[in-house]
T-cell receptor
Framework: DGGITQSPKYLFRKEGQNVTLSCEQN?????MYWYRQDPGQGLRLIYY???????QKGDIAEGYSVSREKKESFPLTVTSAQKNPTAFYLC?????????????FGQGTRLTVV | GQNIDQPTEMTATEGAIVQINCTYQ??????LFWYQQHAGEAPTFLSY????GLEEKGRFSSFLSRSKGYSYLLLKELQMKDSASYLC????????????FGTGTRLTVIP
């Protein structure tokens, strides 16, 4: 079955530590995205990637980093520079050039700083 | 920047009809999506509009007016399981076909 997988589902981090969230897709999509969702707020774009070895900052990239070494994988690192990292993180993918195709989402990772 | 507005919360009765509105001002337009999201879960796709008019899909319909920057999602014969957040998202012709989301409308269906 094709889909997009995020892991882990729940993650706890101590202040000052970096942590990496995994996102893998087997949909053969070129474009991948990371969103952050806070209570009562919509999804805000952190980073996106159009193609392997290319990625761009979204609206709230500060304190985050990504890599895109393989088409299937787009991991997100939440660094210690992110001042308020507790949130629900969603990864998505879509075909890069098909406007009428929806973005597919992973199940999300809930990150809590303790 | 991109601006997408939706009501924060709505309540409706089981069996009734509810309309969730979305207005947008974006730098370009390549279509509008509606997603449903249950608490703590991933958003799931409901509908896509790129031309003006109404798209019907079972109990759910979505309308678009590009000249007014306006869309709505219509849910008929409401069921308790329809209690969820409904997200309006606009695809803009920049970046990687990026989707920009509104804050979402939390719908509560009551008996």
């Amino acid at each position: 079955d094709g889909g997009i997988t995020q892991s882990p589902k729940y993650l706890f981090r101590k202040e000052g530590q970096n942590v990496t969230l995994s996102c893998e897709q087997n949909l053969n999509h070129d474009a991948m995205y990371w969103y952050r969702q806070d209570p009562g707020q919509g999804l805000r774009l952190i980073y996106y990637s159009q193609i392997v070895n290319d990625f761009q900052k979204g609206d709230i990239a500060e304190g985050y980093s990504v890599s895109r070494e393989k088409k299937e994988s787009f991991p997100l690192t939440v660094t210690s520079a992110q001042k308020n990292p507790t949130a629900f993180y969603l990864c998505a993918s879509s075909p890069r050039t098909q406007f009428d195709t929806e973005a597919f989402f992973g199940q999300g990772t809930r990150l809590t700083v303790v | 920047g991109q601006n997408i507005d939706q009501p924060t919360e709505m309540t409706a009765t089981e069996g009734a009809i509810v309309q969730i509105n979305c207005t947008y001002q974006t730098s370009g337009f390549n279509g509008l999506f509606w997603y449903q999201q249950h608490a703590g879960e991933a958003p799931t796709f409901l509908s896509y509009n790129v031309l003006d008019g109404l798209e019907e899909k079972g109990r759910f319909s979505s309308f678009l007016s590009r000249s007014k920057g306006y869309s709505y999602l219509l849910l008929k014969e409401l069921q308790m399981k329809d209690s969820a957040s409904y997200l309006c998202a606009v695809r803009v012709p920049s970046g990687a076909n990026n989707l920009f989301f509104g804050t979402g409308t939390r719908l509560t269906v009551i008996p």
